[in-house]
């Protein structure tokens, strides 16, 4: 199966979908770049080393990277101070690659092996109990990691979007529900036929 030029610029970035580029996830931004609509030295934890890999990739010069987007720095892995954890859940709706378990008024915890040092739990805890660690070079360079951090943000996109679909779906059937009922019952229906008429004669 022929790859595309997304498929080719998504493979050299790495998979932290922090969103520091702009777009929601590596993948946005990769197809942003395919597209000419997008720098390629937009992305922090790719860094300088990144954007040569980019550049090689595309033929377009190796700019520094844009200070508007971050700075490079080393990447780091979130820590949840158990002690500290409410179990409010803000951190593992936060998460994009769902590294982080717990249940609601339940201690959390960081899966380590599948965290990607996108800090994106750290301005959503309430109490301030994520602390950031060194993340091993091994983890850094690893491209199984990276791989396995894109299947784990888009299963986790594939299932939020099936909950809003589900939700929507649900929201219809109520409202269908409602109107079954005023309709069948003659008060209600006069009712909002008035109101009705009511917003028509505001507008």
């Not at 922090?18 to 931004?29: I, L, W």
């Not at 770049?33 to 980019?54: D, H, K, S, T, V």
């Not at 950031?132 to 943000?153: G, I, Y």
């Amino acid at each position: 199966m022929a790859t595309s030029l997304a498929d080719r610029i998504d493979a050299l970035l790495p998979q932290t979908q922090c969103e520091q580029c702009g777009f929601h996830g590596c993948r946005p931004y990769a197809e942003a770049i395919a597209r000419g609509e997008a720098g390629i030295n937009q992305c922090p934890p790719g860094g300088a080393e990144g954007i040569r890999r980019l550049s090689a990739l595309l033929g377009r010069p190796a700019l520094p990277l844009d200070p508007g987007h971050g700075v490079e720095k080393p990447r780091m892995l979130a820590r949840i101070v158990e002690a500290d954890c409410i179990g409010c859940t803000k951190c593992i709706q936060a998460c994009p690659v769902d590294a982080i378990v717990g249940a609601a008024k339940v201690m959390h915890t960081v899966i380590a092996d599948d965290c990607t040092g996108c800090e994106l739990c750290v301005p959503a805890c309430p109490v301030d109990c994520i602390v950031l660690e060194p993340m091993p070079a091994v983890q850094v360079e690893s491209l199984a990691h990276a791989d396995k951090a894109r299947t784990h943000f888009q299963r986790r996109e594939a299932r939020l979007a099936r909950e809003r679909i589900q939700q929507e779906a649900e929201l219809a059937a109520r409202k269908a529900q409602v109107g079954t009922a005023v309709s069948d019952n003659p008060v209600l229906a006069a009712l909002a036929r008035a109101k009705a008429k009511q917003q028509e004669t505001r507008s």
